[in-house]
């Protein structure tokens, strides 16, 4: 069975500041990882993954994150970041295609 | 691309009724859809894996007979909970995984659902 661990249930950070959110997987097979990221009230949107190739992933909003192996490690990283980034952000892996585990969620909250 | 949309968005229903969910992939075949609960403040916990034209396989915990789920064609899975609580109030996902990249699943908006 597969797991994951956000490590940081809350980061607060300046605007145009930079800021890694953290995220640890457990599994012994190869996994897939995402980072999806969820406005109040909505439901989830991709901001980017990782199946295969180069272990940094770039993805929407000027969000990119790093896969680490031996770390088992794929955090998430903005290098400035705006008001409107504040959200709560989830990691998930999955074995394969379909079935998704989930972080407990970090919620990154920008101030001005 | 990869649209998904859920219908309604809000729902608020008396004790004892039946409250039907649709989930639609607008720009893609999916053939898996997946069913999501959210409770304030906390993660998604999955319900169900549903397979077009099978019958949806259920997480431990999840009661079959409560939340049935319909997966009739590659675009649309429903989700009813039958003889609601207040205790089935919560925050529904979806999310449908396609024919192609299957291995990536895009989510609906949710669905609010209030039982008084």
């Known amino acids: 069975a597969q797991s994951v661990t956000q490590l940081d249930s809350q980061v607060p950070v300046f605007e145009e500041a930079p800021v890694e959110l953290r995220c640890n997987y457990s599994s012994s097979v190869s996994v897939y990882l995402f980072w999806y990221v969820q406005y109040p009230n909505q439901g989830l949107q991709l901001l980017l993954k990782y199946l295969s190739g180069s272990t940094l992933v770039k993805g929407i909003n000027g969000f990119e994150a790093e896969f680490n192996k031996s770390q088992t490690s794929f955090h998430l990283r903005k290098p400035s970041v705006h008001i409107s980034d504040t959200a709560e952000y989830f990691c998930?892996?999955?074995?394969?295609?379909?079935?998704?585990?989930f972080g407990s969620g970090t919620q990154l909250t920008v101030l001005p | 691309g990869a649209v998904v949309s859920q219908h309604p968005s809000w729902v608020i229903c008396k004790s004892g009724t039946s409250v039907k969910i649709e989930c639609r992939s607008l720009?893609?075949?999916?053939?898996?859809m997946f069913w999501y609960r959210q409770f304030p403040k906390q993660s998604l916990m999955l319900m169900a894996t549903s397979n077009e034209g099978s019958k949806a396989t259920y997480e431990q915990g999840v009661e079959k007979d409560k939340f049935l789920i319909n997966h009739a064609s590659l675009t649309l899975s429903t989700l009813t909970v039958t003889s609601a609580h207040p205790e089935d109030s919560s925050f529904y996902i979806c999310s449908a995984a396609g024919t192609s990249g299957g291995e990536t699943q895009y989510f609906g908006p949710g669905t609010r659902l209030l039982v008084l």
């Open positions: 720009d893609f075949q999916a053939t898996t």
């Open positions: 998930a892996v999955s074995v394969g295609a379909r079935q998704l585990t």
